[in-house]
């Protein structure tokens, strides 16, 4: 998961519990107050994203999918 959302430009950053993973994307942030997300992976060694997260990070994603194009073609212009 969080190889996938780094490719798309969100940053994502360990919670203050294990497992717990805030998401924020600096140019979303700044042009179209996204306040950010979160996803948790569990506990433990071996921990697994719980089974909710991957559908609301989806739903995430497709919200935002226009401004996230518009972002990666800027990205890619530089």
């Known amino acids: 998961m969080k190889q ?3 490719a798309l430009g969100f ?3 360990d919670g203050k519990q294990q ?3 805030k998401v924020k994307h600096p140019w ?3 042009h ?3 306040r950010g997300s979160n ?3 569990g506990h433990g060694a071996n921990s697994e994203l ?3 997260y991957p559908k609301s990070m989806s739903k995430l ?3 935002y999918e226009a401004e996230l194009k518009n972002y990666l073609e800027e990205e890619n212009t530089q």
């Open 39 to 41: 996803y948790t992976c």
């Open 32 to 34: 179209h107050h996204f």
């Open 4 to 6: 996938l959302l780094e």
């Open 50 to 52: 719980l089974k909710n």
């Open 61 to 63: 994603v497709k919200r």
């Open 28 to 30: 979303l942030s700044d």
């Open 11 to 13: 940053k994502v950053e």
């Open 19 to 21: 497992g717990h993973k």
